[in-house]
Antibody, heavy 120, light 107 residues
Framework: QVQLVQSGAEVKKPGASVKTSCRAS????????IHWVRQAPGQSLEWMAL????????SSAQKFQDRVTVTSDTSTGTVYMALSSLTSADTAVYFC?????????????WGQGTLVTVSA | EIVLTQSPGTLSLSPGEGATLSCRAS???????LAWYQQKPGQAPRLLIY???TRASGIPDRFSGSGSGTDFTLTINRLEPEDFAFYYC?????????FGQGTKVEV
């Protein structure tokens, strides 16, 4: 079954870091970028970063460049996203999603999302 | 960064009616790298349309996309009960990929 399965919800204090995972299955892991998109409560979708799982190269939105780290483990088909220096503004559902690598591509498969709550 | 502005914010309609959702880009972008997603509460977005007008796999033909340059439209013919949801446009040709703020289609 072609799917992306994400790790469970997290509760963090301000200033802490969070690391979430996204495991791909049912397709060739290295032929798609994995993107991270977040959605704050009642808000739209915000693109954060992408990784080429085979090369490990990352491109991120300028807003997150200093705080986001994305890595991949090709042996397990898993991508990890870590976000540091959390504030309440980072409370959101974080989605991983995939897009083809060869051309600009839409996001055709999504994980179920991981809720990250930042609260003192 | 390309800013996408969707209108209206909310569309109040009844099953069987048609819906027209608009997405305007802050600049004319090359190519046809414009997509539409549907999202229901508590769920991940689902790809409906890509390349401005190509329906994704399994998407019924009552959904159609059109447009060019800076103005794009998602049309839903004969709304079904399951179509009441949020809809987002996205451009994926430039980095950062950006989304519109969404249109809610409600009963």
């Amino acid at each position: 079954q072609v799917q992306l399965v994400q790790s469970g919800a997290e509760v963090k204090k301000p200033g802490a870091s969070v690391k979430t995972s996204c495991r791909a299955s049912g397709y060739t892991f290295t032929t798609y970028y994995i993107h991270w998109v977040r959605q704050a409560p009642g808000q739209s979708l915000e693109w954060m970063a992408l990784i080429n799982p085979r090369l490990g190269t990352v491109s991120s939105a300028q807003k997150f460049q200093d705080r986001v780290t994305v890595t991949s483990d090709t042996s397990t088909g898993t991508v990890y996203m870590a976000l540091s220096s959390l504030t309440s503004a980072d409370t959101a559902v974080y989605f991983c999603t995939r897009g083809e690598q060869l051309t600009p591509a839409p996001f055709d498969l999504w994980g179920q999302g991981t809720l990250v709550t930042v609260s003192a | 960064e390309i800013v996408l502005t969707q209108s209206p914010g909310t569309l109040s309609l009844s099953p069987g009616e048609g819906a027209t959702l608009s997405c305007r880009a802050s600049q004319n972008f090359r190519g046809d790298h414009l997509a539409w997603y549907q999202q229901k509460p508590g769920q991940a977005p689902r790809l409906l349309i890509y390349g401005v007008s190509t329906r994704a796999s399994g998407i019924p033909d009552r959904f159609s996309g059109s447009g060019s340059g800076t103005d794009f439209t998602l049309t839903i013919n004969r709304l079904e009960p399951e179509d009441f949801a949020f809809y987002y446009c996205q451009q994926y040709g430039y980095s950062p990929r950006t989304f519109g703020q969404g249109t809610k289609v409600e009963v």
